[in-house]
């Protein structure tokens, strides 16, 4: 399966933006999907995951009330919707799949990436 991200930008503290994840390739539906992100001198780091039907949620706690994962499976598509952007939350952000139901927040669990889109949050 091929990823390609977009959404990124620019904005302020406070402010919203929305992430999309367009999956090509194998059949959508049959991937658990993830958004990690990598800030500068960082490792990536786990954001939230959802299962391939969309029953299964998790999220790291620094962004639990804040993000939302969904996916749409006759589109092919994942979002995140993020809400009261912090600027620390400033990042390159990626999604990722994996075959399988399950979720998980290990990186290394996720062998299909997406090339990454760019969030920066102003103070």
């Known amino acids: 399966v091929q990823l390609q991200a977009s959404g990124g930008g620019l904005v302020q503290a406070g402010g919203s933006l929305r992430l999309s994840c367009a999956a090509s390739g194998r059949t959508f539906s049959r991937y658990a999907m993830g958004w990690f992100r990598q800030a500068p001198g960082k490792e990536r780091e786990f954001v939230t995951s959802?299962?391939?039907?969309?029953?299964?949620?998790y999220y790291v706690d620094s962004v639990k009330g804040r993000f939302t994962i969904s996916r749409d499976n006759t589109k092919n598509t994942m979002y995140l919707q993020m809400n009261s952007l912090k600027p620390e939350d400033t990042a390159l952000y990626y999604c990722?799949?994996?075959?399988?139901?399950?979720?998980?927040?290990?990186?290394?669990?996720?062998?299909?990436w997406g090339q990454g889109t760019q969030v920066t949050v102003s103070s």
């Open positions: 990722a799949a994996r075959t399988g139901r399950g979720i998980t927040v290990d990186r290394l669990e996720y062998p299909y």
């Open positions: 959802i299962s391939w039907s969309g029953d299964a949620i």
